[in-house]
């Protein structure tokens, strides 16, 4: 079964360090999007991504969060200078519609990011 | 503003039936997902409702009422593999699948 891939599955780095996650959809999905999971905390949207630009984002995706799509399969999630509070888990998800509600949701398993 | 409650914490007995509820106030509405999380790992899609009805799936099920901004998820015949948290996820209008988590409900099935 096709599945969305995600690396590293936890990092550790220190507050300030550029950080950057990978994902790789669903080889045939067209929509991306980044959604980030403190602990013990809700599931929280990031961002969509579509035809190789953001098709939104949420108040929490500042200057310091970027996506980018750098050839067919990779969808990488970058935080240019991580604070303690970007601590999570950041799962990357795809679907091959974007029309609401009829493109299934697939998420990757996750990256655990710990900031000291 | 946007709202989505359901209940922290549940406990059931294997075999049992187990309804989770969840309501909603969001701005718009494309529809309510129910999904599945178990700890540390990556939530999984468990059904979608946009009319109100109820939709069948296996051992779950899930109802929405729009009207009642309401959806349960019934899950019948558990099984221990059914502990988990249980996410109730609302599209509000516009956005690509922009969706709007509840905290989860985390469902203790025991023997």
């Known amino acids: 079964e096709p599945e969305v891939t995600q690396t590293p599955s936890h990092q550790v780095t220190q507050m300030g360090q550029e950080v950057i996650l990978r994902c790789v959809p669903i080889?045939?999905?067209?929509?991306f999007y980044w959604y980030r999971q403190i602990l013990g905390q809700k599931v929280e949207f990031l961002v969509s991504?579509?035809?190789?630009?953001?098709?939104?984002k949420s108040e929490i995706f500042d200057d310091q969060f970027s996506v980018e799509r750098p050839d067919g399969s990779n969808f990488t999630l970058k935080i240019r200078s991580t604070k303690l509070e970007d601590s999570a888990m950041y799962f990357c998800?795809?679907?091959?519609?974007?029309?609401?509600?009829?493109?299934?949701?697939?998420f990757g398993e996750g990256s655990r990011l710990t900031v000291l | 503003g946007q709202n989505i409650d359901q209940p922290t914490e549940m406990t059931a007995t294997e075999g049992a039936i187990v309804q989770i509820n969840c309501t909603y106030q969001?701005?718009?509405?494309?529809?309510l997902f129910w999904y599945q999380q178990h700890a540390g790992e990556a939530p999984t899609f468990l059904s979608y409702?946009?009319?109100?009805g109820l939709e069948e799936k296996g051992r779950f099920s899930s109802f929405l009422s729009r009207s009642k901004g309401y959806s349960y998820l019934l899950l019948k015949e558990l099984q221990m593999k059914d502990s988990a948290s249980y996410l109730c996820?609302?599209?509000?209008?516009?956005?690509?699948?922009?969706?709007?988590f509840g905290a989860g409900t985390r469902l203790a099935v025991h023997p």
């Open positions: 998800a795809s679907s091959e519609s974007g029309t609401p509600g009829a493109g299934e949701l697939f």
């Open positions: 409702n946009v009319l109100d």
């Open positions: 991504f579509y035809n190789n630009e953001i098709s939104e």
């Open positions: 080889s045939n999905h067209l929509y």
């Open positions: 969001t701005s718009g509405f494309n529809g």
């Open positions: 996820a609302v599209l509000p209008s516009g956005g690509y699948n922009k969706l709007i």
